[in-house]
């Protein structure tokens, strides 16, 4: 069965850089969820999109931009990385806006030098 | 805001010995969810409890939540090293039914052969 796709799995950043992580959730599933861990902590919500409108917001930095496009992929956008943003940045997808399963993908890791 | 707390933190069993985790919330929730993220690896969803009171059971896992809705438990019946791993347990943020989850500091199991 498909499961979420993210892209890239690993990137290496230097500070004040920027970065963008992509995400591709299950076929049909109209809402996208991204996480932010940091090494041996419980994920953090960040943002979330239902069919392609922001439906919810967390402890999403200010210089961190997201969004859904029409073909139900999501991208977050990252600016003037800074070294506490070092960190596994999962995105998640589940059918309707729940309560229900989220599907999580393997994750995005982010290194800022 | 809603906290979900979480203990123990970590937990250290020989296999073949129990293990229980329990997990308390500040607010009354509608549904628990619970899951499991592997050394490595992503959350992967394990179950959702609904009802008051309601105890289900995966094999050697039994999940309990409690009747005023507040706290929960995963309960794993002689442990076996594919055990091991961080289980969290996750609740609904907010009042709006969005589909974010909240999660717990999670509890990391390492079981000895």
């Known amino acids: 069965a498909a499961g979420v796709i993210q892209s890239p799995r690993h990137l290496i950043k230097e500070k004040r850089e920027t970065a963008t992580l992509k995400c591709y959730p299950i076929?049909?599933?109209?809402?996208v969820y991204w996480y932010q861990q940091g090494p041996g902590q419980d994920p953090q919500f960040l943002i979330s999109f239902y069919e392609k409108m922001q439906s919810d917001k967390g402890s999403i930095p200010d210089r961190f931009s997201a969004q859904q496009f029409s073909d139900y992929h999501s991208e977050l956008n990252m600016s003037s990385l800074e070294l506490g943003d070092s960190a596994l940045y999962f995105c998640?997808?589940?059918?309707?806006?729940?309560?229900?399963?989220?599907?999580f993908g393997e994750g995005s890791r982010l290194t800022v030098l | 805001g809603q906290q979900v707390m979480q203990i123990p933190q970590y937990q250290h069993v020989q296999e073949g010995e129990d293990f229980t985790t329990y997990c308390n919330s500040s607010?009354?929730?509608?549904?628990i969810q619970w899951y499991k993220q592997r050394p490595g690896g992503h959350p992967v969803f394990l179950i959702q409890l609904v009802k008051s009171g309601e105890v289900k059971k995966q094999k050697r896992l039994t999940f309990q939540f409690g009747e005023a809705k507040k706290n929960s438990s995963l309960h794993i019946t002689a442990t076996q090293t594919t055990d091991v791993g961080t289980y969290f347990c996750?609740?609904?943020?907010?009042?709006?039914?969005?589909?974010?989850?909240?999660f717990g500091q999670g509890t990391t199991l390492q079981v000895k052969p």
């Open positions: 607010t009354t929730l509608s549904n």
């Open positions: 996750a609740g609904p943020g907010g009042s709006s039914n969005t589909g974010k989850l909240i």
């Open positions: 998640a997808s589940s059918l309707g806006r729940g309560p229900g399963e989220l599907f």
């Open positions: 076929p049909r599933h109209d809402t």
